[in-house]
Nanobody
Framework: QVQLMESGGGLVQAGGSLRLSCAAS????????MAWYRQAPGKQRDLVAT????????VVDFVKGRFTISRDNVMKNTVFLQMNSLKPEDTAVYYC?????????????WGQGTQVTVSS
């Protein structure tokens, strides 16, 4: 079972930036599509950004122009989420996961996530 570990969260003021990292272990030599999700207190876990196994990216509308997903050039199952112009409503626990081939379902074991707190 592939396991995920997220890092890089913290407390930042509105307008600031953070860069999150996610490493997948137990992947053998396969390069997976991957995604970032977030979950605010009392809310469901929402998809934020995706990256295909060949590097095509997509972000959801509410972070478009502010967040960027990327993949490490060497450790292919390590992905990043660059978050700029952060807003208080971006406060959440951020998770990553590997995705199935059609990028519709997360298929790894969820990690602990990394907390992002944006103060106003």
């Amino acid at each position: 079972q592939v396991q995920l570990m997220e890092s890089g969260g913290g407390l930042v003021q509105a307008g600031g930036s953070l860069r999150l990292s996610c490493a997948a272990s137990g992947t053998t030599n396969r390069i997976y599509p991957m995604a970032w999700y977030r979950q605010a207190p009392g809310k469901q876990r929402d998809l934020v950004a995706t990256i295909t196994n060949d590097g095509r990216t997509n972000v959801v509308d509410f972070v478009k122009g502010r967040f960027t997903i990327s993949r490490d050039n060497v450790m292919k199952n390590t992905v990043f989420l660059q978050m700029n112009s952060l807003k208080p409503e971006d406060t959440a626990v951020y998770y990553c996961n590997i995705m199935n081939t059609f990028m519709t379902i997360p298929i790894g074991s969820w990690g602990q996530g990394t907390q992002v707190t944006v103060s106003s």
